[in-house]
């Protein structure tokens, strides 16, 4: 199928964005979530609004924290030697999105506005207690403070080819422990466990508890425990 | 649509493509036109398009119909072009966000490609659905890690080979 017709407006200032988005607007950013659903009319909107030439484009540290602008492109998080670098989970979460011709497209803002329960970055940023800057109904930039000194991370899903079933990304320090599974959501428990020395398939325990059903149980705990075993730990 | 030679209603600012389909609302009247000109393997195109036109429609209606039209929901690759160098889908890229940008489809590949020939030597080509797509993408990540081809080529599907000879091909031409 093909889309209803919609209005096009190609934003050139973040101000442009926020003047057409109005009434049932849509923001088109990468489009490799909103192509689909306005392909298979699950969407339907009047106007879309490209921010795609907003000027938020661009992917820099600034006073250590890294910044990323929210039509940021997931290839060029995935290329980038300074994420790589200082930020590996983002590094190791990206390469599980989508495919290398969705990556090419798709924003790493994109994939925070869209908010898929099953999506990678939004659970990588969680861990990284990333913060999300708005202007209005727009996010413009997500901003990830630097990790703490010695810190090592992880990221493991399982998946059957789309979406993962499951996932974890995570940040091991001295005296840090920060565990993020799919749908952003942190895991306290396994977090304090950690601190005083759990080990990785008892942390990884404690996160998939009160997850429903046996097998995701199981699943997330798999990958939580695979995640800490990347960042280092037994 | 409008008649041919009919100009475009838009709204063009900056000599880009700025606005269409401003009077489409609540009147049930068609958006208007945009006036976009896509590159194809270095040739301009010019038409006027619906905003919600598909890249891979644009390309089709210019005749060049080696890229083929999937799932439209970006889960088989077989649309996958190069825009501007990078592998995208075509099904999921607009053709006013193509305006004034490269696009290489398989009509730009070189007839001797070494993709080509490895894919020949290799059997990788059955029904050859899937051929175009993802020549276009293997070509875009020429400099690739051949142990993670696996995951490169996971966006595209092939229900005829079973994947090894178009790995082993690709391995071949590097």
Not at chain 1, 135 to 157: D, F, Q, S
Not at chain 1, 177 to 205: D, F, I, K, T, W
Not at chain 2, 7 to 26: H, I, L, M, S
Not at chain 2, 27 to 44: C, Q, S, W
Request: overall charge neutral; glycine content about 12%; aromatic content about 2%.
């Amino acid at each position: 199928m093909r889309p209803v017709p919609f209005e096009y407006v190609a934003a050139r200032s973040v101000d442009e964005a926020l003047d057409a988005l109005t009434g049932d607007a849509r923001v088109l950013a990468g489009g490799q979530s909103l192509l689909p659903l306005l392909n298979a009319r699950a969407v339907r909107t009047s106007r879309l609004v490209d921010v795609n030439a907003a000027g938020l484009g661009l992917l820099r540290r600034r006073g250590g924290v890294l910044e990323i602008g929210a039509t940021v492109r997931q290839a060029a998080l995935e290329r980038s030697a300074l994420v790589r670098e200082h930020w590996p989970l983002l590094a190791q979460a990206v390469g599980h999105v989508g495919s290398p011709a969705t990556r090419s497209r798709g924003t790493v803002g994109g994939s925070v506005a869209h908010a898929d329960p099953r999506a990678q970055l939004p659970a990588a940023l969680a861990a990284l207690d990333a913060r999300f800057v708005h202007r209005g109904p727009l996010l413009v930039a997500i901003e990830v403070a630097p990790l703490p000194p010695g810190a090592r991370t992880g990221y493991a899903e399982f998946s059957r080819g789309g979406f993962p079933d499951a996932g974890a990304a995570v940040v091991l320090a001295p005296d840090h422990a920060a565990v993020a599974r799919l749908g952003g959501v942190r895991a306290p428990q396994a977090e304090r466990a950690l601190r005083e020395g759990a080990s990785a398939r008892e942390a990884a325990a404690l996160a998939a508890e009160g997850i429903d059903g046996a097998h995701r149980r199981a699943l997330v705990a798999d990958a939580t425990r695979r995640a800490l075993e990347q960042a280092g730990c037994a | 649509m409008t008649a041919p030679g009919d100009e475009p209603r838009g709204e063009a600012r900056g000599g880009g493509v700025a606005r269409g389909g401003g009077e489409a609302r609540g009147g049930g009247e068609a958006p208007a036109p945009v006036r976009v000109t896509v590159r194809l393997n270095g040739t301009p195109h010019t038409a006027d398009v619906e905003p919600r036109t598909l890249l891979v429609d644009f390309i089709r209606d210019r005749g060049l119909t080696g890229t083929k039209i999937g799932c439209e929901d970006g889960a088989c690759g077989a649309c996958t072009v190069q825009l501007d160098g990078e592998p995208v889908l075509a099904c999921l890229t607009l053709a006013v966000q193509a305006h004034d940008a490269d696009v290489r489809t398989i009509e730009g590949l070189d007839d001797d490609h070494p993709l080509k020939a490895a894919f020949h030597a290799h059997d990788a080509v059955q029904c050859g659905f899937c051929t175009a797509g993802i020549l276009m993408l293997l070509d875009a990540h020429r400099h690739q890690d051949p142990e993670t081809l696996d995951r490169t080529l996971r966006g595209n599907l092939c229900r005829c080979t079973g994947y090894r000879p178009i790995i082993d091909a690709s391995r071949s031409a590097r």
